[in-house]
């Protein structure tokens, strides 16, 4: 059986979808041309012609129904790996957080306070034909912040809070705020989080999906903490 990775990698589904585009059209002209040809009776030519275009028009329309919906599937399912999390506890509740952004290839280190930690985004999701096509959903890494497992603690003690992009440059996300008219292909702009518990030595993974942001643990330390959260 035929899977989404077996056939995209074949060639990318914008092509595939040209090509079958094109194959309906022919089909298409083919049976209007023995349409014309009937009505001019030359019912044996134009039956041929009419029969062969409407099973070529048929099979593109048919394979076309399936490439979006393989594609559909292939992208729904893309995650994208965008930052790893180390954490080395400094004392109760506090905690030197390492944050690798994986598509810079940089490091930076956040003293955090709290239970937990979690980390925001601002996301751009696609309609879906531009998804199709290949756009992903776009993010940018917005805070790190500390968060109590108690709701007292979280009204009572200090909060941390990081900024990750203190100069942003040109904010595409701020741009559709102000003007969606400009930008059609974009379906949706909010903000997305994720929060796990932190413990000393634990790490995690965090990924971008169609859909927002899911984070993993990577090794045994958090894996366990996550056990028993």
């Known amino acids: 059986m035929t899977t989404a990775s077996d056939f995209s990698s074949l060639l990318p589904a914008s092509i595939l979808l040209i090509i079958f585009m094109v194959l309906s059209a022919t089909g298409l002209w083919l049976a209007l041309r023995g349409f014309k040809h009937c009505c001019k009776f030359r019912v044996l030519k134009g039956c041929s012609l009419s029969c062969c275009g409407s099973l070529l028009c048929a099979i593109g329309v048919l394979l076309i129904a399936i490439i979006i919906n393989v594609a559909s599937y292939g992208r729904l399912t893309y995650e994208e790996p965008i930052a790893e999390l180390t954490f080395r506890q400094l004392a109760p509740q506090k905690y030197l957080a390492t944050v690798t952004f994986l598509k810079e290839n940089r490091q930076q280190e956040f003293e955090i306070n709290g239970d937990e930690w979690q980390l925001d985004a601002k996301v751009l999701k696609w ?10 959903a776009h993010y940018k890494l917005h805070r790190l912040a ?3 497992a108690s709701v007292e603690q979280s009204n009572s003690k200090p909060a941390t809070t990081h900024e990750l992009n203190a100069d942003p440059g040109l904010d595409v996300w701020q741009l559709v705020r102000r003007y969606p008219q400009l930008l059609p292909l974009i379906d949706a702009y909010y903000g997305s989080a994720v929060f796990l518990p932190m413990r000393d030595q634990a790490q995690f993974k965090v990924f971008m999906t169609q859909n927002g942001l899911i984070a993993r643990p990577t090794n045994t330390r958090s894996k366990q903490q996550l056990r028993s959260w």
Do not use: E, I, S, V
């Not at 309609?127 to 992903?136: E, K, S």
């Open 127 to 136: 309609h879906g034909y531009a998804n199709l096509m290949g756009f992903n």
């Open 146 to 148: 500390g968060r109590y």
